[in-house]
């Protein structure tokens, strides 16, 4: 059984600090990790994908991936009220083709 | 970038009658695609995969009866909900893949049945 674990949240952080969201999964053989934004009554929106240990960067947003620990996280820095939303995050195998599996997502919430 | 559209984003039915679904990616192929439902402040459930020019595989407990899928092309794919009750209101997401980007979901379909 394929598992992708979150913490629900709601993780609540003061405007202009770094949200950090974490995840962890339990197949070793996982090759492609995403995070996900998703407002209220909104499908999901891709936010950054990793594919090897380390860190990536695209703009406020860091992910972290480490394949030997099996977690994967995403900071948000300068969090803005705009950024409050639930980010899921989601582990396949390569190729498109493989089923993404999902975690329950992690509800953010930044207040001015 | 690899963009999905869904369509209708919002559909109104009466009880028994079918309401159809479409899923296109529109700047790349897709033989796979995936289909999600999502009640209110729930997860995402995989309903089922969709394959272009074979048959669906259903997740376990969908009913595939119910939930007919065809994906007759390598950019569309629909999902036709049959007899729609009310308790078959939710919000319905299409995703697909295209390489060397993540899974890229459709604006998603906010179906009531009344």
């Known amino acids: 059984q394929k598992e992708v674990e979150q913490n629900s949240g709601p993780l609540s952080v003061p405007e202009g600090a770094i949200a950090s969201l974490n995840c962890t999964y339990s197949d070793r053989g996982s090759q492609s990790f995403f995070w996900y934004r998703q407002y209220s009554g909104k499908s999901p929106e891709l936010i950054m994908s990793?594919?090897?240990?380390g860190d990536k960067e695209d703009g406020r947003f860091t992910a972290q991936l480490n394949k030997a620990s099996q977690y994967v996280s995403l900071l948000i820095r300068d969090s803005q009220p705009s950024d409050s939303a639930t980010y899921l995050c989601a582990v396949a195998l390569s190729g498109g083709s493989y089923i993404p599996t999902f975690g329950r997502g992690t509800s953010l919430i930044v207040h001015p | 970038g690899a963009v999905v559209s869904q369509h209708p984003s919002r559909v109104i039915c009466k009880s028994g009658t079918s309401v159809k679904i479409e899923c296109r990616s529109l700047?790349?192929?897709?033989?796979?695609m995936f289909w999600y439902r999502q009640f209110p402040k729930k997860s995402l459930m995989l309903m089922a995969t969709s394959n272009e020019g074979s048959k669906a595989t259903y997740e376990q407990g969908v009913e595939k009866d119910k939930f007919l899928i065809n994906h007759a092309s390598l950019t569309l794919s629909t999902l036709t909900v049959t007899s729609a009750h009310p308790e078959d209101s939710s919000f319905y997401i299409c995703s697909a893949r295209q390489s060397n980007y993540g899974y890229t979901f459709g604006s998603g379909t906010r179906l009531t049945v009344v």
């Open positions: 990793i594919y090897s240990n």
């Open positions: 700047d790349f192929q897709a033989t796979t």
